[in-house]
């Protein structure tokens, strides 16, 4: 008892500033990350981007768009689970706001996002590689896309750990898509198609919706509710 | 108090012996009712009903044959299997994710009883599928206007696939128990079975170890020419299903030593059933599908049966029978423009495919030079239509179906007439009947063999005796017939005859 109200004398009665929280905050939180469930789905990603080369000697540009597409799409399902807080119960009712904490996982995970997609975009061979500009910008539009769904899930349900249903629904909505979305918006053409330009606007408006649902679903909810009963 | 002494022990001494299986039933059947409940598996439900819809109201024309609708119910059904794949396996994991596994463990069922019980869940969501490939198919082969034979074997494909997706959820499950693992074990082996058979080839032995197989023409044979190893396939498919189910069951903890065996037993069958429909499907076509395939192809009077429909005979595949009359409609309604002796002229309509190569390949099919023959193909509808009646136009304007590529003069524009001027929307049959889907300029023609060339005054010409119509038209049409007939008759001499402005230019055909 004595030792703790020592510890807040020093601190003062002003809140920690939030680069200093952040700090001391880096290490638990890496440590929460789901890092084996993260490197496992890189490594499998990886392995679909290396797929055309694998499978065939001379690979094609079609397998080439899709494998990268597939490995984007694998380490979207991965990112599912960044938000995943077992502790959550606890967690909630800290100081610290749930934005805070969220992004700061996310910022842990990005170094890595970004050296796991400059390997998958390197494994795909030079000469049928599809732009590479575009193809981060999908790739970045289903990551983020993932966050914002395992962070709309965390804001309206009370779950800890919503990776998994949201993963679900994720690849669920992934594979109906090319079939059901309209070919004029060209979001799952190949680059040969005159509606590629008009694709990536739409993946970048998709990108940047993803990020606002991403920031409008940071806060704790107040109150909880339920919109599935389990 | 004595009476109840004496009935507890009774009741508690009879119920164990049948008491596991029963609780398996029961949580089969409550994991299957939540299993149907999932958002995922309701959503791809959805879908399914949706894309069953898409694939029934755009797909053959309305003149299905059977034999290609078998095939196309299996893709859809894969929908409902990815739903399956991870609602499964998020089923076997829940106990562990909400950390009931240890109160789990003082209950009756041991975990290979729970495996079994949520193997037998995959069950009600796979009926649902297969009423779904039933209304598909259904749909089409009430149409009066369907022809030829499914095949069980394709139609069981889509529903195994279901099984086998839930199979392969419920394995994953038991040998990495983690809840990342699946989804990205789904799009691994999605992104395998899309790439691989386009890398290994397709009719090989390896292309039939994938669950849907398909094919690289879209032409349709008759179905006993088809060689396709679907009963063996859909062995393969029940065994490797099984085989999975099995392994997941076996490997769960809990089991006795009397249902360790009973389990390796059955797990041996079901690889046993594998793998007798896998040397089944490896072992290609037989030879007497290839020599039936080559006598239907070059000699198939061989194996038709003819039938008359008024003046003129139709010989077609026996499963071609019954379109027999449709065909005969159109050649009426050509022979009706016409003037002269093809007015009355009988033909010979022979139905011919090129079926050497089965499902793998296309082959064009050299034109007839016996007179009065008309060739008509497998499929009809749409633009084949269209197609066989330039067919039976030339025919009648020129006398067999060789001379058709080499006209080049105002005879094409009588043919086109007689093709299309009896139609009801004539301008969209222009359209869907040239290789370019234009109604200006030149372009070829479409037919049931070698297409006709058209140039683009002659193109305008049809144009406007399509636009004049019938009633205007057909008067001169068999008043001038011996002239607009004649070999080397210009288009401006025909135009002039017909009463419509003539092109500049003379004939030119590229």
């Known amino acids: ?230 | 108090m004595s009476t109840v002494l004496t009935e507890a022990p009774a009741e508690t001494s009879t119920a164990p012996a049948r008491e596991p299986w029963s609780a398996i039933f029961a949580l089969a059947r409550f994991e299957s009712r939540k299993l149907l409940l999932r958002i995922p598996v309701l959503f791809m439900l959805a879908a399914y009903v949706a894309w069953i819809v898409w694939r029934t109201k755009s797909g053959w024309y309305g003149y299905p044959a059977l034999q290609d609708v078998d095939r196309a119910t299996q893709t859809g059904p894969l929908l409902v299997g990815f739903a399956v794949l991870l609602c499964v396996n998020q089923a076997v994991l829940r106990s562990q994710r909400h950390d009931t596994e240890r109160l789990f463990g003082v209950l009756v069922l041991e975990p290979w009883r729970r495996t079994a019980a949520h193997a037998l869940s995959i069950l009600p969501v796979t009926g649902l599928v297969v009423l779904g490939v039933a209304a598909q198919f259904g749909w089409q082969a009430v149409k009066s206007t369907a022809v030829g034979h499914g095949s069980v074997g394709e139609l069981l494909v889509g529903p195994l696939c279901v099984l086998l997706c839930g199979a392969i959820g419920l394995l994953m499950a038991r040998l990495v128990p983690k809840p990342f693992a699946i989804p990205v074990a789904a799009v691994l082996l999605l992104v395998f079975s899309v790439l691989a058979p386009a890398s290994i080839g397709g009719g090989s032995a390896t292309a039939w170890l994938t669950p849907i197989v398909g094919e690289g023409s879209t032409k349709t044979i008759p179905s006993e020419l088809i060689g396709r190893p679907a009963v063996s396939h859909s062995l393969y498919l029940t065994g490797l299903a099984l085989t999975l189910a099995l392994l997941a069951v076996l490997i769960s903890k809990g089991r006795t030593k009397t249902s360790t065996a009973v389990l390796a037993g059955s797990l041996a069958g079901a690889i046993a059933l594998g793998v007798v429909g896998g040397v089944g499907q490896a072992a290609g076509v037989s030879s007497e599908t290839v020599a039936a395939r080559t006598v239907a192809t070059l000699n198939p009077q061989k194996v038709q049966s003819c039938v008359r429909h008024g003046r003129s005979t139709y010989c077609a595949f026996p499963e071609w029978v019954p379109r027999t009359a449709t065909w005969a409609e159109v050649t009426d309604h050509v022979q009706s423009l016409a003037g002269g002796t093809a007015q009355t002229r009988k033909l010979l309509v022979q139905q011919r495919v090129e079926a050497r190569y089965g499902m793998e390949g296309d082959g064009a099919i050299e034109p007839s030079t016996t007179p009065n023959q008309v060739t008509v193909r497998t499929m009809w509808g749409g633009p084949r239509t269209p197609e066989f009646s330039a067919a039976v136009a030339s025919v009648l304007v020129l006398g067999n179906e060789k001379a058709g590529g080499d006209v080049c003069d105002g005879r094409m524009v009588t043919i086109m007439w007689l093709a299309l001027g009896w139609t009801s929307d004539p301008v969209t049959e222009l359209r869907a009947v040239r290789l370019s889907d234009t109604v200006t300029g030149s372009s070829i023609v479409l037919s049931p063999t070698n297409g006709m060339t058209m140039t683009a005054g002659q193109t305008s010409v049809v144009r406007e005796l399509l636009a004049a119509g019938p009633s205007t038209v057909t008067p001169k049409v068999k008043a001038h017939w011996a002239e607009l007939t004649a070999p080397k008759v210009t288009t401006a001499k025909v135009a002039q005859l017909l009463g419509v402005k003539a092109p500049g230019g003379a004939d030119k055909c590229e």
């Not at chain 1, 490197?39 to 080439?64: C, F, G, M, Y």
């Not at chain 1, 732009?131 to 769904?149: H, K, N, R, W």
Request: glycine share 6%.
């Open chain 1, 1 to 230: 008892m004595t030792r703790e109200s020592g510890e807040t004398e020093q601190a003062g009665v002003q809140p920690p500033s939030t680069a200093r929280v952040l700090a001391q905050l880096t290490r638990p939180v890496l440590r929460a990350l789901p890092v084996r469930g993260l490197a496992a789905t890189a490594a499998v990603a990886l392995l679909i981007a290396a797929l055309p080369r694998l499978l065939s000697d001379e690979p094609d540009q079609w397998s080439a768009l899709i494998a990268l597409r597939a490995a984007a799409l694998t380490f979207a399902l991965g990112l599912a689970f960044v938000l995943d807080d077992p502790a959550r119960d606890l967690t909630s009712s800290v100081p610290t706001r749930r934005i805070l904490r969220t992004t700061l996982r996310v910022a842990l995970v990005a170094p890595f996002a970004a050296a796991w997609w400059t390997a998958a975009v390197l494994l795909i061979p030079s000469k049928i590689r599809p732009p590479v500009g575009d193809m981060t910008l999908e790739a970045a539009a289903a990551a983020v896309l993932s966050l914002a769904a395992a962070a709309a899930a965390l804001r309206f349900t009370a779950e800890p750990e919503p990776g998994q249903r949201v993963a679900a629904g994720f690849l669920v909505i992934a594979l109906v898509s090319p079939l059901a979305l309209p070919n004029d918006w060209g979001m799952y053409v190949s680059p040969t198609e005159k509606q590629w330009g008009v694709g990536h606007d739409h993946w970048a408006m998709v990108l940047v919706g993803a990020v606002a649902v991403w920031a409008a679903c940071g806060p704790e909810p107040v109150r909880r509710r339920r919109l599935i009963p389990t």
